[in-house]
C-alpha cells in the first residue's frame, strides 16, 4: 500500500526554499576563491563552448567563446544577446570570466547540456516594471 504524502521520508522543498538553496549556491560559486581558482585555471587550446536556451523565448545557442588562447568576440556577443533584457530587447555587456566559471562547472560535473536561461540582465526599466508588479 502507497505511503499517504506526509508519510514520506522526504522533506517537501517549497519554491522559496529552493531559491535560497540556489542563491547559496551563486553565492558560493561567485565566492573569491573561486573566481580566483577560474582566473588562474590552466590554459588550454581547446575551444571552451557554452550551449543555453533561454526559458521565456524558446531561443537557443551554442557559441564558442574562447578559442586559440584567447576570448572570440562574436562568440561573447552572442552569449550577452541570449542573456539579454527580453523585454526590453537590451543586451548588456558580461565579464567572460563568468562564461569561465559556467565552462568549469559542467567539467566538474561532467554534463555538456544547456543551461536554462530562466533570468538573464534586466534593464532598470523592466526592474521598475517587474517591481510595481509584485
Known amino acids: 500500500m502507497p505511503k499517504k504524502p506526509e508519510e514520506n521520508n522526504y522533506t517537501a522543498l517549497s519554491r522559496r526554499?529552493?531559491?535560497?538553496?540556489?542563491?547559496?549556491?551563486?553565492?558560493?560559486?561567485?565566492?573569491?576563491?573561486?573566481?580566483?581558482?577560474?582566473?588562474?585555471?590552466?590554459?588550454?587550446?581547446?575551444?571552451?563552448?557554452?550551449?543555453?536556451?533561454?526559458?521565456?523565448?524558446?531561443?537557443?545557442?551554442?557559441?564558442?567563446?574562447?578559442?586559440?588562447?584567447?576570448?572570440?568576440?562574436?562568440?561573447?556577443?552572442?552569449?550577452?544577446?541570449?542573456?539579454?533584457?527580453?523585454?526590453?530587447g537590451i543586451a548588456s555587456p558580461i565579464d567572460p570570466k563568468l562564461f569561465d566559471l559556467l565552462h568549469q562547472l559542467q567539467a566538474k560535473v561532467e554534463h555538456q547540456g544547456e543551461f536554462h536561461i530562466i533570468s538573464g540582465y534586466r534593464s532598470p526599466a523592466t526592474n521598475n516594471m517587474l517591481n510595481k508588479k509584485s
Not at 580566483?36 to 533561454?54: H, Q
Open 17 to 88: 526554499g529552493f531559491l535560497t538553496s540556489i542563491a547559496g549556491m551563486a553565492i558560493s560559486l561567485s565566492s573569491p576563491a573561486v573566481i580566483a581558482s577560474a582566473a588562474t585555471a590552466p590554459v588550454s587550446g581547446r575551444d571552451r563552448e557554452l550551449s543555453f536556451y533561454n526559458t521565456h523565448t524558446g531561443e537557443k545557442l551554442s557559441a564558442t567563446f574562447w578559442s586559440d588562447g584567447k576570448y572570440l568576440d562574436d562568440g561573447i556577443e552572442e552569449i550577452n544577446w541570449i542573456l539579454r533584457d527580453h523585454r526590453a
